[in-house]
């Protein structure tokens, strides 16, 4: 059983910068595939940006050039760069990975004031 625990979020102005950890155990080989998801108030959870194993990423539109995920495979670790914060980024923050089904952690508040 994986368990991801994420780490980072707070309150930030708008053009501010935060960066979300995420440190995943239990897994005996390296995770195929991490990322971050986000949730606003009364919006459906969404995609923000995944990273596989070999590097390869996906990032959702909106964040396209301001956010940078990141890994560190030997330490279980994920990580989101956000810079250029906007009031629309405010969310939970959601770490997310897949071994043979599909892990959450906890979630992390950001909150972006204008």
């Known amino acids: 059983q994986v368990q991801l625990v994420e780490s980072g979020g707070g309150t930030v102005q708008a053009g501010g910068a935060l960066r979300l950890s995420c440190v995943a155990s239990?897994?005996?080989?390296?995770?195929?595939?991490m990322g971050w998801y986000r949730q606003a108030p009364g919006k459906q959870r969404e995609l923000v940006a995944t990273?596989?194993?070999?590097?390869?990423?996906t990032y959702a539109d909106s964040v396209k050039g301001r956010f940078t995920i990141s890994r560190d495979n030997a330490k279980n670790t994920v990580f989101l760069q956000m810079n250029s914060l906007k009031p629309e980024d405010t969310a939970v923050y959601y770490c997310?990975?897949?071994?043979?089904?599909?892990?959450w952690g906890q979630g992390t508040p950001v909150t972006v004031s204008s």
């Open positions: 997310n990975a897949f071994q043979y089904m599909v892990y």
């Open positions: 239990g897994n005996r080989f390296t995770l195929p595939l």
């Open positions: 990273m596989t194993e070999g590097g390869s990423t």
